[in-house]
């Protein structure tokens, strides 16, 4: 089974509109991290947010939130008021384990959005 | 930003040549990873370092070797490079000095064509 889920390969959405981006995990794990990355054109991968397994609060970095829900295993990316600047690839990605030492991190296939103005 | 940066950027070569890739790091993080990144696959752990000397095989890692001489360098040779080696890689790095943190942070990238 795949570890980590992007179902929409392609997303288009409206500038200043808000849009998720899907992402569901597998693992046994109690203790594990989720991660976002965008990847614009130019190639290289920007971190942009973190949530922890046991974290009770979704995260937020600016106009990025986390959307955890833990019992569905999924971790939504949401991007509130799209910009332009926003056009990118994004890739979910998971720790298994408990934070600190070797980091091994699983990588989905990406969903690439793309801000219409 | 993480201090990270990769040499050469982009290189051309011809199989059967061996090619190394240099990841160097000013950030004294203690692990270090080379993903290779293809179309539909998102990216794949080829090998990663936990230290000075001490390296481990990731899930892509046949055909691949590394080194690591000093905390701020980490090697990637392809001995013997094939076209199947075409591909885009991401040296990262996580664990920052006296402590841990959770996210691993990315190098430019290199771009590698083999003919």
């Known amino acids: 089974a795949q570890k980590i889920t992007q179902t929409q390969p392609g997303m288009f959405v409206q500038e200043k509109e808000a849009v998720t981006l899907d992402c569901t995990y597998d693992t046994s794990d109690q203790s594990y991290g989720l991660f976002w990355y965008k990847q614009p054109s130019s190639g290289e991968m920007i971190f942009l947010i973190y949530q922890g397994s046991y974290d009770e609060q979704n995260a937020t970095e600016g106009r990025y939130s986390l959307n955890f829900q833990k019992a569905r295993k999924s971790a939504n990316l949401v991007i509130s008021a799209s910009q332009l600047g926003d056009s990118a690839m994004y890739f979910c990605a998971m720790r298994e384990g408990p934070p600190g030492g070797y980091q091994k991190v699983t990588f989905g296939t990406g969903t690439k959005l793309q801000v219409i103005p | 930003d993480a201090g990270i940066t990769q040499s050469p950027r982009h290189k051309v070569t011809e199989t059967g040549t061996p090619v190394t890739l240099r990841c160097h790091q000013t950030e004294n993080h203690r692990y270090m990873y080379w993903y290779r990144q293809d179309p539909g696959h998102g990216l794949r752990l080829i090998h990663y370092?936990?230290?000075?000397?001490?390296?481990d095989k990731g899930e892509v890692s046949d055909g691949y070797s590394v080194s690591r001489s000093k905390t701020e360098d980490f090697l990637l040779t392809l001995e013997s490079a094939t076209s199947s080696q075409t591909s885009v890689y991401f040296c990262a790095i996580s664990g920052v000095a006296g402590g841990e943190t959770d996210t691993q942070y990315f190098g430019p990238g290199t771009r590698l064509t083999v003919l």
């Open positions: 370092s936990y230290g000075v000397k001490d390296t």
